[in-house]
């Protein structure tokens, strides 16, 4: 069955700390991954996407994620984090079935 | 570029009554999708219509059901309301239904809640 897993729920860092989600799935085929994020009182926007090729990608506001097939992981990164940063974060993937399986959300809460 | 909206923001229903949601899709996408939210969890998927046609549904009862029109707005039907049903409620569009290159896009959701 397919699933995502998020290790870290809630997270509090300050102001220029460096930041780094954990994500896992399980899927047996071919996987698009996906980060998403909820800042407060606003919809779902989408931060960045996997499909295929390099497996560091780039996405919106500084944030970056890096593809480990072997570790089945898709950790989101960002060098800085700023206060606006905070926001509820989830990673997600899509199989063949055009439905999105989605993780748990990490919280991040950054401190001024 | 008109993004996804949805309708209502919030609503309040009792056990036992039924309620509809409706979304527009983003300009240009022929595919939505339904997701439940509860507090404090990702989201869960419910079904997909693509063309007006079911494409795709999780492990959801049949007394949540869909629509799609031909404009490609949609609505989410749920009867029998329960408890657990209170969640948020989130549409998503799209333009290549059932492939896994999809990227969906979200509108700001509705907030039911069941007393």
């Known amino acids: 069955a397919q699933s995502v897993s998020q290790h870290n729920h809630h997270v509090i860092l300050s102001e220029a700390a460096s930041l780094e989600l954990g994500c896992n799935y399980s899927y047996g085929g071919t996987v698009n991954l996906f980060w998403y994020v909820q800042y407060p009182g606003q919809h779902l926007q989408l931060l960045l996407k996997y499909f295929s090729g390099d497996p560091l990608v780039k996405g919106i506001k500084g944030f970056e994620a890096e593809f480990i097939k072997s570790k089945f992981s898709f950790n989101l990164r960002k060098p800085s984090v700023q206060w606006s940063d905070t926001a509820e974060y989830f990673c997600?993937?899509?199989?063949?079935?055009?439905?999105?399986?989605f993780g748990q959300g990490t919280t991040l809460q950054v401190k001024p | 570029e008109t993004g996804v909206t949805q309708s209502p923001t919030h609503l309040i229903k009792t056990r036992g009554q039924q309620v509809t949601l409706r979304c527009s899709s983003q300009s240009g996408h022929n595919t939505v999708s339904w997701y439940q939210q509860a507090l404090g969890q990702g989201p869960q998927f419910i079904f997909q219509y693509y063309r007006e046609e079911e494409n795709g549904r999780g492990n959801f009862p049949p007394r949540f059901s869909g629509l799609q029109f031909p404009n490609y707005s949609s609505e989410l039907n749920v009867n029998a309301l329960e408890l657990d049903d209170s969640a948020l409620y989130l549409c998503?569009?799209?333009?290549?239904?059932?492939?896994?290159?999809?990227?969906?896009?979200f509108g700001p959701g509705t907030r039911l809640t069941v007393l």
């Open positions: 997600a993937v899509m199989g063949n079935t055009g439905k999105l399986i």
């Open positions: 998503a569009s799209s333009a290549l239904a059932g492939m896994s290159t999809d990227t969906q896009y």
